[in-house]
């Protein structure tokens, strides 16, 4: 069923190009623009993508031509499928550009999404609802467009910190970004469907193949949070249609959470009566213990909690880790912080391995669940080896931990953030 006629579409859509004003303005015109994204991308180097060789949806082809992959300055974690991070001070724009946007895949990246081929793709609504849905891209782009910053970070971020070691992807501290997003509320497209009163759970589904043949990457969130102002299944990533790598033609974005939570190359979403049970919301799957849990201890898996919003976090973006520094010279020291549901009310700088702090200057987001920023200068008197340390408290009065507490998958890492420095004699 098509959701939008025709008529109305075209007066929506004039409303939103008039409203748009100086912010991103996305028009269908955008994602015709396959051939242009092509030639500014790896064809325009004499290269062709050898994904492009390929016909096939279920093969690790991480080559994309609007973003090639790995990006430059990236930390590769995997070729297949691919994940990559950056290393912090490579994290210090206001807001993430693409380029710098890390990338966690669990399995391939569609066919579609490397061709931009939109044909035949719709986003289906179904379940408890009145009625199912078959939008197209469209579709979508004529529902009111909202644009916000959000900070999406992987669950798994800063699990090469945990001790005793965990498996999974080890990343380090670079599985986090801040970058512009444009898209349609999740709630328009659920209340045109039509929620049941028996709604629980919207579970959804990509068009991406796992590598290893098991179920398809699928996760989801509780009706209260889909009918959020601030979820969205998002087109755009800073002013661009989204790249093949971030989940072109629409994701989900749940502000706050973690970006399991945000289905890449959105094909499906399943209003379901209750929590959604696929195999990457079950057992140790993006789950964390009920109670705090020993180092090295796994609790039954009946103790096991869905994992949702992060947690009161921060990061130094500068100075770079390691840089050499003269003495008595003022040091520049900043970075950003974010707090899941929660805000940010102080971030505090040591540089004596927490003996004394100093409270950095804290900017507010842009938006609800953009990053803050922060800032302040430090000197050293003596010649050695320092460390800049930061640490972030929410409105809640939680503040980073000085240890990292131990989960068995590593999820929702959080411990203080510690830049070594050396101050030249
Ligand atoms: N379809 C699909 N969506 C997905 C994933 C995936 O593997 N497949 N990975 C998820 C995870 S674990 C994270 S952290 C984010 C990463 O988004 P990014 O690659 O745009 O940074 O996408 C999420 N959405
Ligand atoms: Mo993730």
């Not at 707090?339 to 505090?348: D, P």
Request: proline share 8%; hydrophobic share 40%.
């Amino acid at each position: 069923m098509r959701a939008v006629s025709d008529g109305d579409a075209g007066t929506t859509r004039r409303r939103f190009l008039a409203a748009a004003g100086k912010g991103a303005v996305l028009t269908l015109a955008m994602f015709g623009a396959g051939p242009q994204a092509v030639a500014r991308g790896l064809f325009g180097r004499g290269l062709l993508p050898s994904a492009w060789e390929h016909d096939s949806n279920t093969a690790d082809l991480s080559n994309t031509a609007d973003f090639p992959l790995p990006k430059p300055g990236m930390i590769v974690h995997g070729e297949q499928p691919f994940n990559g991070e950056f290393p912090p001070h490579l994290l210090d724009d206001p807001v993430t550009p693409t380029a710098r946007h890390f990338v966690r895949n669990n399995g391939g990246i569609p066919r579609r999404a490397r061709s931009k081929d939109l044909g035949g793709w719709v986003l289906r609504v179904d379940g408890e609802v009145r009625h199912s849905l078959a939008l197209t891209l469209d579709d979508l782009l004529c529902l009111p467009q909202v644009t916000m910053q959000a900070v999406l970070e992987c669950a798994g971020n800063g699990r090469s910190l945990f001790h005793p070691p965990v498996g999974g992807t080890p990343w380090i501290r670079g599985a986090v970004a801040c970058s512009e997003w444009t898209g349609v509320r999740l709630r328009d497209v659920l209340e045109l469907a039509g929620v049941r009163d028996g709604a629980v759970y919207v579970a959804a589904f990509g068009e991406d193949a796992p590598l290893d043949g098991g179920e398809p990457f699928s996760r989801g969130i509780p009706i209260g949070k889909a009918m959020d102002e601030h979820t969205l299944i998002a087109v755009a990533m800073n002013g661009e249609p989204l790249p093949a790598a971030h989940g072109f033609p629409a994701r989900l974005l749940v502000p706050g959470w973690i970006g399991s939570a945000m289905q890449k190359w959105l094909a499906r979403l399943w209003v379901r009566d209750r929590v959604h049970d696929s195999a990457k919301m079950s057992r140790y799957s993006y789950r964390v213990p009920a109670y705090p849990v020993a180092p090295g201890a796994t609790p039954p898996a009946a103790d096991m909690r869905v994992a949702t919003a992060w947690l009161v976090k921060s990061l130094i973006t500068r100075p770079r880790s390691g840089l050499e520094v003269a003495r008595n010279v003022s040091v520049p020291v900043g970075g950003h912080a974010w707090a899941g549901e929660h805000e940010v009310r102080r971030v505090a700088v040591s540089t004596d391995f927490g003996i004394t702090w100093q409270d950095a200057r804290v900017t507010a987001p842009a938006n609800r669940y953009a990053w803050y920023h922060w800032q302040t200068e430090v000197a050293f008197a003596t010649r050695g080896y320092y460390e800049v340390w930061a640490r972030a408290f929410d409105n809640t009065g939680n503040a980073q931990p000085f240890r990292q507490p131990w989960n068995p998958r590593g999820y929702l890492g959080n411990v203080v953030h510690r830049v070594p420095v050396r101050v030249a004699p």
